[in-house]
């Protein structure tokens, strides 16, 4: 410390003495006074408006067909992110196996499926029966044929929205779970190597776990961003959340209701999202970050107790 | 005689068009300790990691045991073994690393236990005692629970030690292990290898400890530029060396 070569002197108060007095920060007060004025603002002609039909958004934010297309968003979301998932899994090993063939199919996929639309991949999923009136199983080239089923009763409105959301998907998370895999060292696949487990132990016992660390939080990202995604699947009429809206407002017109309608049930289910991720994310935080053994709401508070403390350490390392 | 533990004969590596390791000769009989010198570059390294066939030798002949590392005979022809019967074989193989290489997800315990438990199939209760006893023996007996972030590099190398020490090899492997560490914790890692070799583990050691080396090892090598320069007694080799090249080197890490 620089404290024990100063020299002392006695017509000043001791370092002990001596208080801090943090800046003041006038602007940040103005500002703050300004945002809420601000939303007051907002909120105030918002309650106002009559066009908004706060009775329309209570009398269909608990109805029926709401409730059903918001069934079919959830299982869409759930299916289409497992199946993206598992792909997409399968296709980031593809895509890092010393294989060439494999290595270029798996990027063919992801250069595709990244490449067109979502939108543009719904609509044809849903409209698949205009390219193939039949789905058939057979040997190729020849007429010898299996099994044959008309693509649309196969292809119902739901099933294609699932194949266009979960192939998406898998492009994407391809390439998140390839950059968690890689985001391992090394070293431990070789220690791993050195105690004798096989390559397939390796990689599920040790590389993954340690992967999962970088893979959830933007899984977590790419799930939110799916049950939103969903939506989209409304141009196929797939019976979702937002088709079912979309059908109501069609005959009472009453568009921006019933978009409110909408907005809180997709708000909702996305905070309720954001728990399951967090366990997720301690759970496989062990060993490597000091929080890893506490709770969300713990970390929290620890954070908005650790507000004071800081700035106690400050006082004590400038009185030093 | 008895099958030499390490024999190498003219064994061959290249990275590319770099040739490493042009043709070493080396025998290392059951439960002697030899340690590799020599400055950076000069293959020590890729020695070692090619008993255990973490690199594939490309030319010559290496066997560990009497079993070639990585290969089968067949006649006049040399057939790459799978990856199973590779993993096989270093199960008798320990090795530690440089950089540690633990397991960060685990704790120290579950590091030791993770080898007999998931390879060997031993049974848990059993792994987990002789996981407690092998840390007990580094001196970690009351860190068992801790992850290896909260340990310090001597200790978390020493728990290295012990999870290799857990699939019961035959041959430990050392790859500069007190070389990442601060200088006060390479001692209580040098001291468990002492113990080890002490027992009658037949071990391989490359380090830069010269006095490690000089007062454990029974064989010193002497390695620059991907061959052995000098090899024997630690005493004569690494005292009064009868190679340039070797005399040069001590006099610069002494």
């Keep these: 410390m620089t404290t024990t070569t100063v020299p002392v002197d006695t017509d000043r108060p001791a370092p002990q003495q001596l ?28 309650a106002k408006n009559s066009n908004l039909h ?30 993206g998932l598992i792909l997409g899994t399968l296709v980031a090993v593809m895509r890092l196996s010393s294989n060439p063939v494999l290595y270029g199919m798996s990027s063919l996929f992801v250069w595709f499926f990244r490449g067109t639309p979502l939108l543009v991949q719904i609509i044809f999923w849903g409209y698949a029966a205009a390219l193939y009136q039949y789905v ?34 898998a492009a994407y998370a391809s390439e998140i779970v390839r950059a ?32 999962m660390r970088v893979i959830i939080p933007p899984m977590g990202n790419e799930t939110i961003n799916m049950l939103k995604m969903t939506a989209l699947v409304s141009i196929i009429s797939a019976h979702d959340l ?7 407002y069609a005959q009472n017109y009453q568009v921006i209701p019933m978009l409110v309608v909408a907005s809180l049930w997709y708000l909702g289910l996305v905070t309720l999202l954001s728990i399951p991720q967090a366990w997720l994310e301690r759970r496989y935080g062990r ?19 650790a507000q004071p403390a800081r700035t106690k350490k400050n006082t004590k390392e400038a009185g030093a | 005689m008895s099958v030499p533990m390490v024999h190498a004969h003219g064994v061959r590596k290249h990275f590319a068009k770099l040739e490493v390791l042009k043709g070493i000769d080396l025998t290392i009989e059951r439960g002697q300790v030899c340690c590799l010198l020599g400055p950076s570059g000069s293959g020590k390294s890729t020695f070692l990691r090619c008993i255990n066939h973490l690199d594939r030798v490309d030319g010559g002949k290496l066997a560990v045991d009497g079993d070639l590392v990585g290969y089968r005979q067949n006649g006049s022809r040399l057939h790459e073994l799978r990856e199973k019967e590779v993993a096989a074989r270093r199960r008798d193989i ?9 397991f960060p997800h685990m704790t120290a315990l579950d590091n030791v236990m993770e080898a007999p438990v998931n390879v060997c199939k031993t049974d848990k209760s059993q792994a987990r005692d002789e996981a407690h006893h092998l840390l007990e023996q580094v001196g970690l007996g009351d860190r068992a629970g801790h992850y290896p972030a909260q340990l310090s590099g001597g200790q978390q190398q020493r728990v290295a030690i012990a999870r290799a020490l857990a699939m019961k090899p035959k041959l430990m492997l050392f790859d500069e292990p007190t070389s990442a560490l601060d200088p006060e914790l390479v001692g209580d890692v040098l001291d468990v290898m002492r113990r080890l070799a002490a027992d009658g583990m037949t071990m391989v050691v490359v380090t830069h400890e010269i006095g490690f080396a000089r007062e454990v090892a029974d064989t010193a090598v002497f390695m620059d530029d991907g061959v052995v320069v000098e090899s024997g007694d630690p005493r004569q080799v690494l005292v ?15």
């Design chain 2, 240 to 254: 009064e060396p009868r190679q340039e090249r070797t005399r040069a080197f001590l006099s610069k890490v002494l």
């Design chain 1, 180 to 211: 968690g895999i890689q985001s391992v060292d090394p070293g431990q696949s070789e220690a791993a190597h050195s105690l004798g487990m096989r390559p397939a132990q390796t990689m599920r016992r040790i590389v993954l776990p340690q992967a």
């Design chain 1, 287 to 305: 060993g490597t970050d000091r929080g890893g053994h506490t709770s969300p709401l713990r970390r929290m508070l620890a954070g908005a107790l």
């Design chain 1, 54 to 83: 706060w009775e329309i958004i209570g009398h269909f934010l608990f109805a029926d067909l709401i409730f059903s297309g918001l069934v079919t968003t959830l299982w869409l979301t759930v299916a289409a992110m497992a199946l």
């Design chain 1, 19 to 46: 208080t801090v007095v943090p800046l003041r920060h006038y602007g940040r007060w103005i500002a703050a006074v300004a945002a809420i004025a601000a939303l007051i603002g907002v909120a105030g002609s918002l």
């Design chain 1, 136 to 169: 058939k199983i057979g040997i190729p080239f020849t007429s010898v044929t299996f099994f044959q089923v008309e693509t649309n009763s196969l292809l119902t409105p739901a099933i294609a929205a699932l194949l266009a959301l979960g192939l998406n998907e």
């Design chain 2, 94 to 102: 320990g090795m530690v690393f440089q950089r540690f290489n633990l």
């Design chain 1, 242 to 248: 937002m088709s079912n809206i979309q059908d109501v």
